[in-house]
């Protein structure tokens, strides 16, 4: 469930269900996708976006594995495992009062961070032919991947909108794509000056090209590593699964 993608008003019948009559348009039972994950998985996207009301009744979920439906006089017993997922800073929405600190501390037990696409570009090529086999045939081409110049162009670029601004443009490229293959040209990115397309020097010896891209590479990660864990030097070996001595050394 999007609970940004649902309107608040619909948002709790649609969780946790109504009974005929609880209010004007309740023309019959509706069970709600709690009461239907019983004994299995509940899955809620963007629950930085779950208001304030919504969220006290989900806290009891979890709690006490009761709840009762709009217009109910009787609580309901599930048995429901909560997997969330948001792109939101809990922690300041907590800080501001827009989230509820201790349902922050009930979903928060098995944390799983998914870095940026910035940080994992091994995933790019990947992505990119899932999304193209997604939409060639509502494209209506039959286009079997990207020319070696086109995945170097997805590779170079920073993706600030992630993985979904990736198939945007993958899609993009498929309503412009004129042969078997998409081309450079079609793939239409704009690379700021903060992320140019790498340009290489042949003249230069490997060795030294490598450590630059090397250096380079290492001085973002740990950057954006530090960045996304406030410093927190820990949480972030343990994001990243090197010593945190090893870290250190990296950071100075």
Same mark, same amino acid.
């Given at each position: 469930?999007?609970?940004?993608?649902?309107?608040?008003?619909?948002?709790?019948?649609?969780?946790?269900?109504?009974?005929?009559?609880?209010?004007?348009?309740?023309?019959?039972?509706?069970?709600?996708?709690?009461?239907?994950?019983?004994?299995?998985?509940?899955?809620?996207?963007?629950?930085?976006?779950?208001?304030?009301?919504?969220?006290?009744?989900?806290?009891?979920?979890?709690?006490?594995?009761?709840?009762?439906?709009?217009?109910?006089?009787?609580?309901?017993?599930?048995?429901?495992?909560?997997?969330?997922?948001?792109?939101?800073?809990?922690?300041?929405?907590?800080?501001?009062?827009?989230?509820?600190?201790?349902?922050?501390?009930?979903?928060?037990?098995?944390?799983?961070?998914?870095? /940026?696409?910035?940080?994992?570009?091994?995933?790019?090529?990947?992505?990119?032919?899932?999304?193209?086999?997604?939409?060639?045939?509502?494209?209506?081409?039959?286009?079997?991947?990207?020319?070696?110049?086109?995945?170097?162009?997805?590779?170079?670029?920073?993706?600030?909108?992630?993985?979904?601004?990736?198939?945007?443009?993958?899609?993009?490229?498929?309503?412009?794509?004129?042969?078997?293959?998409?081309?450079?040209?079609?793939?239409?990115?704009?690379?700021?000056?903060?992320?140019?397309?790498?340009?290489?020097?042949?003249?230069?010896?490997?060795?030294?090209?490598?450590?630059?891209?090397?250096?380079?590479?290492?001085?973002?990660?740990?950057?954006?590593?530090?960045? /996304?864990?406030?410093?927190?030097?820990?949480?972030?070996?343990?994001?990243?699964?090197?010593?945190?001595?090893?870290?250190?050394?990296?950071?100075?």
């Amino acid at each position: 469930v999007n609970c940004a993608a649902i309107p608040e008003p619909l948002l709790e019948s649609e969780l946790f269900g109504h009974v005929k009559g609880a209010f004007t348009g309740a023309v019959r039972h509706h069970k709600g996708l709690v009461a239907e994950a019983h004994r299995s998985s509940l899955f809620l996207d963007e629950i930085g976006e779950l208001p304030l009301s919504l969220q006290v009744k989900l806290l009891r979920v979890l709690q006490s594995q009761e709840f009762h439906r709009i217009g109910d006089d009787h609580d309901i017993r599930v048995d429901v495992r909560l997997v969330t997922a948001t792109n939101k800073d809990l922690d300041r929405a907590v800080a501001s009062g827009a989230f509820r600190q201790d349902l922050f501390y009930r979903i928060n037990v098995f944390p799983v961070a998914l870095p /940026a696409l910035r940080q994992r570009k091994e995933d790019i090529p990947l992505l990119a032919h899932h999304f193209l086999l997604k939409h060639r045939e509502k494209v209506g081409k039959r286009t079997e991947g990207f020319t070696p110049e086109a995945m170097a162009r997805l590779m170079a670029y920073h993706w600030p909108g992630n993985v979904r601004e990736l198939e945007n443009k993958v899609h993009h490229a498929l309503v412009l794509a004129q042969g078997e293959y998409i081309r450079p040209d079609e793939v239409q990115l704009e690379l700021s000056p903060t992320a140019p397309a790498p340009v290489l020097d042949l003249a230069r010896p490997f060795r030294d090209l490598k450590r630059e891209v090397v250096e380079s590479f290492e001085r973002e990660y740990a950057r954006e590593l530090l960045r /996304a864990h406030r410093g927190n030097l820990a949480a972030a070996a343990r994001q990243a699964r090197i010593d945190r001595k090893n870290l250190w050394s990296l950071v100075k």
